[in-house]
């Protein structure tokens, strides 16, 4: 079995975690929740992007086999749960601390669809990288019997990478949001030429997103690729991070650094 977990609004991100699935395993579930506990803002959960009738269409032209779409009240029949997962310190960090709360709705709910779909191969984009990692420790910590596979970020070809909340972007938002992945290939030229400061790297990537009259940055950060810990220098595998608001959207890009 290969699992899906998305939010609707498809896009070429969310095709590319429905081919993998599709390549590797026998059987493609894909679920569409837009999960309410991992909303702080209320309006942001109102105007999130929804397509359901979109979304079933392009999930068949995939060869999905099964499309779980349950309502908030099937997911939540008791209404907003009392027991949920706690995701630890990881979930404290960047997304957590920009949105509290996110990641502990993050859990809860990866952790029923999971306990629905049963054992299974997860598929998940690397854009969200904070999210793979904790959904990666509550799989190894709950001894949850899913494999958890990363899929690479998909991107537009100005480097934008692919999101549902894109199309909430007015024009000039869009073209000022390529600030983002510029910030994170101009860190990565940085540590390509052997700079090992992650100081110097996050002050690179400030100035590239800061310079953007339309962008107002939410945090940039260089952390480990395992522990998401923020790292003075780089010895090992690293991640670069950043997001930033563009008018009412917050967008996110990461990037894997090389390492030499």
């Known amino acids: 079995m290969g699992f899906v977990a998305t939010m609707g609004a498809f896009h070429e991100g969310h095709r590319s975690l429905m081919r993998?699935?599709?390549?590797?395993?026998?059987?493609?579930?894909?679920s569409i929740f837009v999960n309410p506990l991992q909303f702080g803002d209320a309006r942001d959960l109102e105007t999130y992007p929804r397509d359901e009738e979109a979304d079933l269409a392009a999930a068949e032209r995939e060869g999905v086999d099964v499309v779980f779409a349950p309502s908030v009240d099937e997911m939540y029949p008791g209404g907003e749960p009392e027991v949920t997962v706690d995701p630890g310190p990881l979930g404290d960090r960047f997304e957590g601390a920009s949105r509290p709360g996110h990641f502990r709705?993050?859990?809860?709910?990866?952790?029923k669809l999971f306990d629905i779909v049963g054992p299974s191969t997860a598929y998940f984009g690397e854009k969200d990288a904070q999210q793979l990692a904790v959904v990666r420790r509550m799989v190894g910590?709950?001894?949850?019997?899913?494999?958890?596979?990363?899929?690479?970020?998909v991107r537009q070809t100005d480097?934008?990478?692919l999101s549902s909340r894109n199309r909430l972007l007015s024009p000039e938002e869009r073209e000022a949001a390529t600030c983002l992945f510029l910030a994170l290939s101009e860190a990565a030229e940085l540590a390509r030429a052997g700079e090992r400061d992650a100081g110097k790297l996050?002050?690179?990537m400030a100035r590239e997103i800061g310079a953007t009259a339309?962008?107002?940055?939410?945090?940039?950060?260089?952390?480990?690729?395992?522990?998401?810990?923020e790292l003075p220098a780089i010895a090992g595998p690293a991640r670069a991070l950043v997001s930033a608001r563009f008018g009412r959207v917050r967008l996110i890009d990461t990037l894997l650094l090389p390492t030499g």
Request: aromatic share 4%; net charge negative.
């Open 20 to 30: 993998r699935a599709n390549d590797e395993r026998d059987v493609t579930v894909v």
């Open 105 to 111: 709705g993050v859990a809860t709910v990866v952790a």
């Open 141 to 153: 910590d709950l001894s949850l019997p899913v494999d958890v596979r990363c899929v690479p970020v």
């Open 159 to 161: 480097g934008l990478a």
């Open 202 to 204: 996050v002050a690179a």
């Open 214 to 229: 339309r962008a107002r940055i939410d945090y940039v950060a260089v952390v480990d690729e395992d522990t998401f810990e």
